[in-house]
Structures are given as structure tokens and as C-alpha cells.
């Protein structure tokens, strides 16, 4: 089967550094992408990754190894508007997106 | 209109009737999605379609159908709604169905069957 697996819930203060992890197993593998859902809204698009190695994004960067099966999304200098659900998504061999559950980030001062 | 939209923002149904969830795209992407979204789950496909005129089912299709006449408009119905089928449902639209693609989410539908 397929299954996508990242922490339930984080809490990091503001002004630090958080890492949040994603592990997968699917059926190929045509890239990952991180999205944030703040509560209440739709999940809007952060990072894709398709090779090994780090995408700096401003705040945001995200790591892949596909040997590991490994992805994460580290957030620098925390805001409290990034206090939301990081969902991890992966394109299976059929071009589909699998997804995890969602991490939520609780940011306090 | 900007991005995309869905109609309604919410609604209560009673078990068994037919309701249909509507779903508008401008920016003349090719691909569409429907997604379910449940507590403690990840975003579930019902349905795609890849190409006006063609769709497709997801990993959830089971009790909801969809068509797809033009670019612009991809609307989901449930012919027979029943209490399983509460949740919150994003409509989504990406510039094709190709790897690297990112996809475009609608505001949701919340929708509680009784």
C-alpha cells in the first residue's frame, strides 16, 4: 500500500527553527510537494521536490532523499502566522498525489 | 473571477437527497480535482479529470459522480448523500496533470449529511 507518515502536531517558539519530517512509501515517485492549510482555509502551495538535496525558499527550505524515502520542511526564523498544518504530498506512478495527514504547528511567543 | 471557486460555502443535507458541489476555474488549467478532507486523514481523491471532456476516479469515488464540459467548470454530485459523506471538500485545478505541477486549491465545501 501507500502511506505517507508526518508528525501529528509540533510546537516551536517563535523567532526558532523547526523541522518537520515526512516519510513515504508509494508506488513511484514523480516528486514531492509541501503545502501549507492554515485552519479553515485551502492548502496553498510551499515546495516541490523532485531530486535529492535542499530548496531554499526564503524562510522556508525543504530536503529530499528518495533513497530514504525522506523529505523535510524546515521553517527559520518562526512567525506566528505560521502557526497552520504542513501537509506533505507525494506523486505516486499515476501522477496522483498521495497524501499525509498533516503536521500542525502550534507557534508560541 | 480569480483563481477558483466553489459553491456553496456550506451546507446541511438530509440523508438521500442528491446534492451537486460546484466548482469554477479561470485560469484555463487543463487538470481538475476533487479531494475530501476528513480529521486525522490525509486530502482523499474522488475524481480527476485530466482534459475537458475526460475524467476519472480516485481513491474514493464510491457515491459521487462528475463531468466535465469544459475547461472552466468540474461540479461533483452525490446522487444519494448518506452521514459517511460529511466532510469538507476542495475542488482543485493545476496547469496539467504532469509531474512538478502544482495544484490550486478552491475554498471548500463543508458539507454535514443528518
Known amino acids: ?109 | 473571477i480569480a483563481g477558483i471557486t466553489q459553491a456553496p460555502t456550506s451546507q446541511i443535507l438530509a440523508a438521500g437527497r442528491r446534492m451537486t458541489l460546484r466548482c469554477t476555474q479561470d485560469m484555463r488549467h487543463n487538470a481538475m480535482y476533487w479531494y475530501r478532507q476528513d480529521l486525522g486523514l490525509g486530502l482523499r481523491l474522488i475524481h480527476y479529470s485530466n482534459t475537458a471532456g475526460t475524467t476519472g476516479k480516485g481513491e474514493v469515488p464510491d457515491g459521487y459522480s462528475v463531468s466535465r464540459a469544459n475547461t472552466d467548470d468540474f461540479p461533483l454530485t452525490l446522487a444519494s448523500a448518506v452521514p459517511s459523506q460529511t466532510s469538507v471538500y476542495f475542488c482543485a485545478s493545476s496547469t496539467t496533470s504532469g509531474r512538478g505541477d502544482e495544484q490550486f486549491f478552491g475554498p471548500g465545501t463543508r458539507l454535514t449529511v443528518l
Open chain 1, 1 to 109: 500500500g501507500q502511506n505517507i507518515d508526518q508528525p501529528t502536531e509540533m510546537t516551536a517558539t517563535e523567532g526558532a527553527i523547526v523541522q518537520i519530517n515526512c516519510t513515504y512509501q508509494t508506488s513511484g515517485f514523480n516528486g514531492l510537494f509541501w503545502y501549507q492549510q492554515h485552519a479553515g482555509e485551502a492548502p496553498t502551495f510551499l515546495s516541490y521536490n523532485v531530486l535529492d538535496g535542499l530548496e531554499e525558499k526564503g524562510r522556508f527550505s525543504s530536503f529530499l532523499s528518495r533513497s530514504k524515502g525522506y523529505s523535510y520542511l524546515l521553517l527559520k526564523e518562526l512567525q506566528m502566522k505560521d502557526s497552520a498544518s504542513y501537509l506533505c504530498a507525494v506523486m505516486d506512478s499515476n501522477y496522483q498525489l498521495i497524501w499525509g495527514a498533516g503536521t500542525k504547528l502550534i507557534i508560541k511567543p
